[in-house]
Each structure stands twice: as C-alpha cells, then as structure tokens.
C-alpha cells in the first residue's frame, strides 16, 4: 500500500470501516451494513473505487468479489497521522503528543501504554 493514500469521502470511509471490522466482505454484506440504504451497484463503486485509491483489494469467489482492507486499520491511520504531523507540525511527532497531553485528550491509563511501548522500542533498539 502507497505511503501517500488518497484522502476519503464519508461513504467511502463508512465503508472501510465496515471492511475492516468484517472483512472479507461482498458487496451486498457490506450494503446490508451500511447505515443508509443504497443499491449493491452503488456499493461495488464504492468498493472498486476504493482499491484504485490502494485501500482494498479482491478475490473472485465464483462471481462474486469478496474485498479485504489492503493493510489493517492501525496502519492507514498512522499514515493519516504522520500526513497530520508533516503538514503542521513540520514532522515533529513529540509536538502533536505535547498538544495532545495538554489538552488532555490521553487519560493515565493511555499515557502508562505509550511509555511502556516507548520504553519497549528504546530496548528493542538497544538490542540491534
């Protein structure tokens, strides 16, 4: 998957959401899903669009295409993120955790998980 993904329109960003919470899907099991009814054509746009964009990919079952999210969720949103970081914050990482410390939007327990994990990395790197 491309580092440099195409931004999402709202369907198309329901629609991943629902690839990667039920993947492999078909069209008509995600159109089932969806919070508004729109018709199985419409859903198959929407999902061939989404892997020109690099978000999904296909298998073929008989006749049927049966879409899997390209890479998980968690990645596509740190690349999301990283664009965020780049465009105002000129790639400075440590910038977007200091606002986001400060305005409180990491609670204790999500702050003890991201030290542990930068504690973890600062080993694994000391290991190579």
């Known amino acids: 998957m491309d ?16 690839v990667w ?3 492999p899907v078909t069209a008509e099991a995600v159109r089932e899903k969806l919070s508004r009814p729109l018709k199985e054509s419409t859903v198959r746009t929407v999902l061939r669009r989404l892997e020109e964009k690099g978000y999904t ?9 049966v879409y899997q999210a390209a890479e998980e969720r968690g990645r596509v949103a740190a690349k999301a993120v990283q664009r965020i970081v780049d465009w105002f914050c000129n790639g400075s990482v440590e910038e977007v955790l200091v606002g986001m410390v400060d305005r409180a939007m990491l609670d204790q327990k999500q702050l003890r998980m991201l030290a542990d994990q930068v504690a973890r990395a600062k080993a694994k790197g000391r290991k190579k």
């Open 3 to 18: 580092d440099s993904l195409p931004e999402l329109g709202d369907l198309e960003r329901e629609v991943m959401q629902l």
């Open 57 to 65: 990919t296909h298998t073929v079952d008989g006749r049927t295409y």
């Open 21 to 23: 919470a039920h993947g």
